[in-house]
């Protein structure tokens, strides 16, 4: 995002943390399966070797890249003045409906309330505070929510 240390909320370090786990346990089971390259097979199982490799590459990245996102968190909670990641914001659509939702960083957070920050409303929200009304694009043409409030 900026390079500064970005807040992250509790339950965004929890769905990275399980995500870690996860995926580092996927690393290991792959690259359990890789064969010691000295022994040479026919080219079925070469191709099928340079796959699990690939893939073994694949989940590490992805490993150092919550590590990353983990270690880079800033401490305590959000601000609660601003929208910005980590926030938790409550949001009146324009049926009245409310709800409430998290901005976080990554996608890959399987969480029902998290909205990205490079997601259409996530970066719309992004230094919004109380009271503001935001449009942004949603899938059905622009749509407006306004902020309600912001906390933890």
Request: proline fraction near 4%.
């Amino acid at each position: 995002m900026s390079g500064e240390p970005e807040p992250m909320s509790a339950a965004e370090r929890r769905a990275l943390e399980q995500e870690l786990a996860d995926v580092t346990a996927e690393r290991n089971a792959d690259a359990a399966t890789l064969q010691d390259t000295t022994e040479v097979g026919d080219h079925a199982d070469q191709a099928d070797e340079l796959i699990r490799s690939d893939e073994t590459h694949r989940l590490d990245a992805r490993i150092d890249e919550i590590k990353v996102r983990l270690r880079g968190a800033a401490a305590g909670p959000p601000s609660t003045d601003v929208v910005g990641v980590g926030s938790t914001v409550e949001l009146r659509y324009m049926d009245g409906s409310v709800a409430t939702v998290q901005v976080g960083e990554g996608a890959a957070v399987l969480d029902r309330t998290l909205v990205t920050a490079d997601s259409p409303l996530g970066s719309a929200l992004l230094g919004h505070r109380a009271g503001d009304s935001v449009s942004y694009d949603a899938p059905d043409g622009q749509a407006t929510v306004t902020v309600v409030s912001l906390g933890e």
